[in-house]
């Protein structure tokens, strides 16, 4: 089936009751799109509402129009709107595709925030659009119980929304646990996998997706990166969870294409015209910020690496695998050089900087990419693991922030991750490790939303890791559907009162697969 994206708007369950659902017309099983003569006379918002990068004071809101259109925010405390604050608009426009986001600042804390947004026809302000509505809860200024959960690659390998199948019912399984917040880590988009109508399944099944002209192919002008989000946003799972839950957001390598790096020639690729990973990198960068509800730092507006502060129990290290690395090389380089570099000098301190100074008593650092795990690319290496031995090539910046919070008696860290296709818990230990000075620590993997499945990795012996738990593929299966029962997102609760860490591996049907209570250290030998 073949559905114009700009024409798709919301379904009733990706607003709150209380909100003006727009008038849609039912099509292809949970995918809507307004009349055309309703369309041709007010604005639409044609993907859904998204809110991202909360804090105890603050959130970003976003939203695209089908046209030129003065974006409309306010947001109150209660569902009525009743003494509702206005935020100063914002004109979308054909530069951004029509999308904006806005941020809502002097936000009380610990408080369930609803915001409202219009669309304001710009050749005509007395036409507007139905307004739709969604809400998120700020972060807390004393202990409560904290809930989230995290995951990552959706819409991969060119598993696309398969109405009959139920779309993207991960997002469903995840909204179930009225967290929050989410953590995306990475793999938001699929640029470099087309979704074509039909697709053959291992057991002689046929997938069927929904198809728009931007999926099919592979992603290259800025439109078309563009294109990728909004294909994502055409699932009504997808829209309902991010009308409700606030998304932290990181980019990992199919943002742009897989295992690119800066620099890279992608002369063997026959799909791609363009052959710069950098240019493409750049218009992808661009479509990534626009279609994403991440906050703008103030000086570097396309940065994704910040620490996110979710009151006195929880700092978010968002950090950026992906931007400052060197070429994907053999990886075994004995001494550092810029060839070597993994998340950059200037990423590193800011890591090193903010961990230091953190109060907060767990301290998750959200990776695009595991640490322990080989990834190839080809006869090269794509993450920073390289097989058994000491540290080398990109191991090394991993190295230095480990000996970092050891010898800074940082406390509580915990790494969260995707990227691989399958979920599992690792336990880093120094006593197994090849290198060895760093504090134990726990590594989570958990993924994927909506993609194939893959793995299990092999293990590198550098940082000591264990696996105490793993679900993949078996019998060396590969790129297994979704429907096949192998996606995976990771839900974390922090309790209030003991502040205790129970972080839990679930599937797309909710089972909760394994299941960890990691105690706060409130003193730590070094």
């Known amino acids: ?9 919301l379904n009733r369950r990706d607003v709150l009751r209380t909100s003006a659902a727009a008038s849609a017309s039912l099509v292809a099983g949970g995918l809507f799109t307004p009349s055309i003569s309703r369309a041709a006379d007010r604005p639409v918002i044609s993907h859904g509402l998204q809110s991202g990068d909360v804090t105890g004071s603050s959130g970003m809101v976003w939203a695209r129009a089908d046209r030129p259109a003065r974006m409309m925010v306010e947001w109150s405390t209660t569902e009525s709107f009743a003494n509702s604050t206005k935020v100063q608009p914002l004109d979308v426009i054909g530069a951004t595709d029509f999308a904006g986001k806005l941020p809502l600042a002097g936000l009380p804390s610990d408080q369930e925030i609803f915001y409202k947004v219009e669309m304001l026809d710009l050749a005509d302000f007395s036409t507007g659009g139905e307004a739709l509505v969604g809400k998120f809860r700020t972060a807390p200024m004393n202990k409560r119980d904290i809930s989230f959960v995290w995951s990552g690659d959706t819409a991969g390998q060119g598993w696309g929304i398969d109405v009959d199948r139920g779309g993207m019912k991960t997002y469903r399984t995840m909204a179930g646990h009225t967290p929050d917040f989410f953590i995306h880590s990475g793999d938001t988009i699929y640029a470099d996998n087309p979704v074509t109508a039909e697709k053959e399944m291992p057991d002689g099944g046929i997938w069927k997706s929904v198809t728009i002209e931007e999926k099919a192919k592979v992603a290259e002008t800025l439109n078309e990166f563009r294109g990728q989000y909004k294909y994502n946003l055409m699932d009504e799972h997808v829209r309902a ?63 994704v690496y910040r620490k996110i502060s979710y009151g006195p129990m929880l700092d978010i290290f968002m950090i ?8 994907n090389s053999k990886n075994d380089q004995s001494e550092r050089s810029a060839d070597t570099s993994f998340l950059g000098r200037e990423q590193l301190d800011w890591l090193k900087r903010e961990m230091l100074a953190s109060q907060a008593t767990w301290k998750i ?13 080809g006869d090269n290496f794509e993450n920073g693991a390289n097989g058994d031995g000491p540290v080398r090539g990109r191991e090394f910046d991993i190295a230095e922030v480990l000996s970092f919070i050891r010898a800074n008696d940082i406390r509580n860290t915990v790494w969260l991750t995707a990227d691989v296709h399958y979920t599992a818990a690792h336990y880093y230990d120094p006593n197994k490790a090849q290198f060895q000075d760093f504090t134990p620590f726990w590594e989570f993997v958990s993924g994927p939303l909506h993609a194939g499945s893959f793995g299990p990795n092999k293990l590198d012996n550098t940082f000591g890791p264990e696996v105490k738990y793993v679900k993949a593929p078996e019998d060396g299966q590969r790129n297994l559907p979704p429907s096949f029962g192998l996606q995976f997102f990771g839900h974390v609760r922090i309790d209030g009162k003991s502040e205790v860490m129970t972080v839990t591996l679930r599937d797309a049907d909710d089972a909760a697969l394994w299941s960890v209570d990691l105690e706060p250290k409130r003193s730590q030998a070094i």
């Open 1 to 9: 089936m073949s559905i114009k994206i700009d024409r798709v708007s």
């Open 241 to 303: 969870f991010n009308a409700e839950v606030p998304m932290y957001v990181q980019w990992d390598d199919h943002e742009v294409t897989n295992n690119w790096y800066p620099g890279e020639l992608l002369t063997s690729d026959d799909r791609y015209k363009v052959k710069s990973a950098s240019l493409l990198a750049a218009r992808a960068t661009r479509a990534f910020h626009e279609m994403s509800p991440i906050a703008v730092h103030p000086h570097e507006p396309y940065r």
């Open 320 to 327: 950026d695998m992906r931007t400052y690395r060197g070429k």
């Open 365 to 377: 650092v959200a990776s695009d990419m595991p640490i322990g795990l080989v990834v190839g690319d």
